[in-house]
T-cell receptor, first 116, second 112 residues
Framework: AQSVTQPDIHITVSEGASLELRCNYS??????LFWYVQSPGQGLQLLLK??????LVQGIKGFEAEFKRSQSSFNLRKPSVHWSDAAEYFC??????????????FGKGTSLLVTP | DVKVTQSSRYLVKRTGEKVFLECVQD?????MFWYRQDPGLGLRLIYF???????EKGDIPEGYSVSREKKERFSLILESASTNQTSMYLC???????????FGPGTRLLVL
């Protein structure tokens, strides 16, 4: 069965510092991988996704993620964090369901705090 | 832009009440999903639907039912609300041929 692990529950970074959020997955085939962000009290917004091709994908708000098959990882990075990046971040893996198309399996999330 | 709306942002109900949460999308997506989100547990899939009048159980369907009478509308029903159903409920939609899901703003339900 597929699973997604986000090892860090909370991360604190200073504004302007670089950021890396970790995501590891377990899935038999080539996965479809996603990062979503959730601001306080809001729904989830798609940051970026990987389906195939170039293993470094660019997303919105200056985020990027790198797919590493050998490490079963899809870590999210940003070179310089802004205070507005404080939010909860979810990694997800998609799998093909014979009836519905694709279903997503989410990690438990990483809460990012940005300090001045 | 995909627009997914949920009928209420905040809801307070009493134990035993029947609760309806409604989700509406304007993008003609085939798939619709209901998740609940709890601290430390992430998002867990309750039910999803891939077509009108079709539904499939997700990971935690107990205590819930769903209805999809029209393509754009997907309702989550709590037949007899209990305190352990206090949670944030998120609706999502997506095309059958694509993996990306688009989320509504969520409904925060408190059952007293």
């Amino acid at each position: 069965a597929q699973s997604v692990t986000q090892p860090d529950i909370h991360i604190t970074v200073s504004e302007g510092a670089s950021l890396e959020l970790r995501c590891n997955y377990s899935y038999g085939a080539t996965p479809y991988l996603f990062w979503y962000v959730q601001s306080p009290g809001q729904g989830l917004q798609l940051l970026l996704k990987y389906f195939s091709g170039d293993t470094l994908v660019q997303g919105i708000k200056g985020f990027e993620a790198e797919f590493k098959r050998s490490q079963s990882s899809f870590n999210l990075r940003k070179p310089s964090v802004h205070w507005s990046d404080a939010a909860e971040y979810f990694c997800a893996v998609g799998s093909l369901n014979s009836n519905s198309g694709y279903a997503l399996n989410f990690g438990k999330g990483t809460s990012l705090l940005v300090t001045p | 832009d995909v627009k997914v709306t949920q009928s209420s942002r905040y809801l307070v109900k009493r134990t035993g009440e029947k609760v309806f949460l409604e989700c509406v999308q304007d993008m003609d997506h085939e798939n619709m999903f209901w998740y609940r989100q709890d601290p430390g547990l992430g998002l867990r899939l309750i039910y999803f639907s891939y077509d009108v009048k079709m539904k499939e159980k997700g990971d935690i369907p107990e205590g819930y039912s769903v209805s999809r009478e029209k393509k754009e509308r997907f309702s989550l029903i709590l037949e007899s609300a209990s305190t352990n159903q206090t949670s944030m409920y998120l609706c999502a939609t997506g095309r059958a041929s694509q993996e990306t899901q688009y989320f509504g703003p969520g409904t925060r339900l408190l059952v007293l």
